[in-house]
């Protein structure tokens, strides 16, 4: 086979291979934002940024139980693109949760997907 046969074929499986791989981690996140939702603790926090094309990310800082520093996370919101009109905006209060034994794995409740 020559080189200008396989170069189709390897772009082909290149563009597969992150296709999977993307599905995967939108599964885990997925999975884990579960997992905050149904053991997680909650408590205020405060949106500080939003940037993002398709994808939002918005960037909030919360105190979880026991600590006097903020900590700050991000919440992936992959909400179809029609509802993003009710994103909070910097400076908002919203309801964060958070798992205890590791507080940097936290969702905005009012964004969760369950």
């Known amino acids: 086979m020559a080189v200008d046969t396989l ?3 390897l772009y082909v499986l290149a563009g597969l291979i992150v296709m999977v791989v993307s ?3 939108v599964r885990y996140r997925l999975r884990l934002q579960r997992e905050i939702l149904q053991r997680g603790v909650s408590t ?3 949106v500080t940024a939003i940037c993002g094309g398709a994808t939002k990310r918005v960037y909030f800082e919360f105190s979880p139980a026991g600590s006097n520093k903020a900590l ?4 992936i919101d992959r909400r179809e693109p029609r509802t993003m009109t009710s994103l909070p ?3 908002t209060s919203v309801q964060v949760c958070y798992l205890p034994e590791n507080p940097r794995q936290a969702v905005i409740l009012r964004l969760a997907r369950v």
């Not at 700050?72 to 919440?75: A, K, S, Y």
Request: charged residues 10%; neutral net charge.
């Open 23 to 25: 599905n995967l981690v």
């Open 72 to 75: 700050q996370c991000c919440h």
């Open 44 to 46: 205020d926090g405060k």
């Open 89 to 91: 905006t910097p400076g």
């Open 7 to 9: 170069t189709p074929i």
